[in-house]
């Protein structure tokens, strides 16, 4: 037998009995951020790839979305805070150290560029739309000139902004679930895979789904190798990590894992986008709206059951 | 100069003192604690053996949260005591979620907050109040930098613990065994 026991009466709100500090606002955010980071990197890949004839949805509809996406975020980040009117202070430092430091800077610099590059199509997109400013007018013609730069610069945030939403996680070395190296490529991938599935659900174009269906299914099968990695790495791995990836292997998230993320977020979507290439008939916001939760359900799973573990003494 | 703390798991029968003291001398918000007392039974019937460990922020050398704070609200001073400045702290949690003892919490007023050595006190040249409270003064503050302290001669004498070494963090609160 062994049993630890608080006898002191220790019970502090968030903490214990077991940590439950972060809530659905992260990981509502680390879903958002990705699938911002994703339609952002295809929407700058294809404009540079001067596909903007074939490739509307990519490049001028999904980019109208990234704006809101990233506000909605921001705004989930920011509820988060426990300490909300201090929040300035993340803009008075860079420190290299935190990811979650270089994460708000990026935010900072990918958010405008967002709303600028949709600013650009919004007249394209939306036939009716006025600038309710003459200035803004200029700005749009301004811009315009400095779309292959933004694309440019869009495709290196949009890759930071993907891979931090996982680094952020495993910069915590108390957390075994999350303190392994893969999660930030697992999260970019599974980012990146959410945002085309977002972008084909809005084409119309038969040759825009295909091309991104195509790469969408690189991007699952990339996901799900990484995903065995991640458990594979952790069973590997010391007591404490084999304890954390017990949670998905029998423990209190093997349904939730399994059945939401792996078979009904992936393979499922995966063979019905095979099936679509094929030819068949098949609902086309089907597998793009389970990807979408997929993405969604994945962070709320590895955000609560990381929490969990911890080092064992 | 190294504060730490030396706590004789042989002495402290589990009291709570030092709870108390510190939520006294510290005005730590009602339910609330920066120090805390673990029982730790292991072994079967009738060999049971009981360990007792008043706990609280290890003040790492190599500290997660120092590290992975993105304000730098949390830092180190003079002497390796682990600190949060309360208006630079955004109470983001990434520290809470980076410490493997669970040793901060988010104050009721927002910031996040935790043991802090008493530096008000050691900066006099005082001990932690749950030092000095303690009846079976089982807890032995001082500087490893000085071979006469008391946490030195204490440490050089006794077999002694750390928590979660495997973490890497050097913590600076040594259980003696």
């Known amino acids: 037998m062994k049993e630890e026991l608080f006898v002191s009466g220790r019970n502090i709100p968030h903490i214990d009995p077991y940590l439950h500090l972060w809530t659905w606002e992260i990981p509502l955010y680390l879903f958002l951020g990705g699938l911002a980071a994703g339609i952002l990197f295809f929407a700058g890949y294809f404009y540079i790839m001067h596909k903007e004839r074939d490739m509307t949805a990519t490049i001028k509809w999904a980019p109208m979305l990234v704006p809101f996406l990233l506000v909605i975020g921001l705004g989930a980040l920011f509820l988060d805070l426990h300490h909300k009117l201090y929040f300035w202070r993340l803009y008075t430092i860079i420190r290299l150290e935190s990811p979650m430091s270089w994460g708000a800077w990026v935010l900072m610099a990918i958010t405008p560029l967002s709303i600028v590059w949709a ?82 659900w809005m084409s119309k174009s038969k040759y ?65 986008e095979i ?16 990807i979408l939760m997929g993405g969604l359900v994945f962070r709320f799973v590895i955000l609560e059951a990381g929490q969990i573990t911890r080092y064992l003494y | 100069m190294r504060y730490a703390m030396a706590v004789d798991t042989k002495k402290c029968v589990g009291c709570g003192d030092c709870v108390v003291a510190c939520q006294t001398e510290n005005n730590v918000p009602h339910g609330y604690c920066r120090d805390w007392i673990v029982e730790n ?12 460990r008043s706990e609280r922020c290890n003040h790492c050398e190599n500290s997660p ?57 050691v900066s006099d040249g005082e001990n932690p109040a749950c030092v000095d409270v303690c009846p079976t003064s089982c807890l032995h503050f001082g500087d490893l930098d000085d071979p006469n302290s008391d946490v030195s001669k204490i440490l050089k004498n006794r077999k002694w613990k750390v928590l979660a070494p495997e973490a890497g963090t050097n913590p600076q609160l040594y259980f003696l065994t």
């Open chain 2, 65 to 121: 949260c120092v590290r992975c704070c993105p304000t730098g609200a949390s830092h180190i001073v003079d002497g390796g005591i682990v600190l949060v400045t309360h208006d630079e702290c955004i109470g983001c949690g990434a520290c809470i979620e980076s410490c493997p003892y669970d040793a901060r919490y988010p104050h009721p007023e927002g910031y996040v907050d935790k043991c802090t050595f008493c530096v008000h006190r």
């Open chain 1, 119 to 200: 600013g650009t199509y919004v007249r394209e997109v939306f036939p009716n739309f006025k600038w309710p400013l003459a200035l803004l007018n200029d700005f749009e013609t301004f811009a315009k000139k400095y779309r292959k730069a933004m694309a440019w610069v869009m495709m290196i945030l949009a890759v930071i902004l993907g891979v931090y939403t996982g680094i952020l996680l495993s910069a915590f070395n108390a957390r075994p679930l999350w303190n392994t190296s893969i999660l930030g490529p697992l999260f970019l991938v599974s980012g990146f895979s959410t945002g085309l599935a977002a972008i084909i």
């Open chain 1, 208 to 272: 825009e789904r295909k091309v991104l269906t195509r790469i969408d299914l690189i991007f699952v099968f990339v996901e799900l190798f990484f995903i065995i990695h991640m458990i594979m790495g952790l069973q590997a791995g010391s007591q404490a990590a084999i304890e954390a990836s017990q949670l998905f292997l029998g423990g209190e998230f093997t349904v939730t894992f399994w059945i939401f993320v792996v078979l009904l977020g992936l393979l499922f979507p995966a063979t019905l």
């Open chain 1, 275 to 290: 099936f679509e290439l094929r030819g068949y008939h098949v609902p086309g916001w089907l597998p793009s709206f389970l």
């Open chain 2, 41 to 52: 039974v292991a072994g079967t019937y009738p060999k049971l053996e009981i360990e007792l």
